[in-house]
């Protein structure tokens, strides 16, 4: 079972920056891929970045050139520097692991971090 840990939420004014962490633990096989995805209020979750175990990155258009995933495998953390903050930005930020065990994929969220952008 892998465990996620989240830290680095907050509130923040509008053009400022925060960085998330997402450390993973527990009984790891293999990582695909390590990712942050976001949920507003009245909306769905949608993905906001991606980073594989080869280091393909994947972000939103949304927040392309703002943010920037990146990841220690040493440590299993991935993090998600967030610049340029905007009030869209707005949402619970949800960490989000793939693990290739025995073949097959298992995937595992972690229990999520407001980041609050004022205007």
């Known amino acids: 079972q892998v465990r996620l840990v989240e830290s680095g939420g907050g509130l923040v004014q509008a053009g400022g920056s925060l960085r998330l962490s997402c450390a993973a633990s527990?009984?790891?096989?293999?990582?695909?891929?390590m990712g942050w995805y976001r949920q507003a209020p009245g909306k769905q979750r949608e993905l906001v970045a991606k980073?594989?175990?080869?280091?393909?990155?994947n972000y939103a258009d949304s927040v392309k050139g703002r943010f920037t995933i990146s990841r220690d495998n040493a440590k299993n953390t991935v993090y998600l520097q967030m610049n340029s903050l905007k009030p869209e930005d707005t949402a619970v930020y949800y960490c989000?692991?793939?693990?290739?065990?025995?073949?097959?994929?298992?995937?595992?969220w972690g229990q999520g971090t407001q980041v609050t952008v004022s205007s």
């Open positions: 980073i594989t175990s080869s280091g393909t990155l």
């Open positions: 527990g009984s790891i096989f293999s990582i695909n891929y």
């Open positions: 989000n692991v793939e693990e290739q065990k025995w073949g097959l994929p298992y995937a595992f």
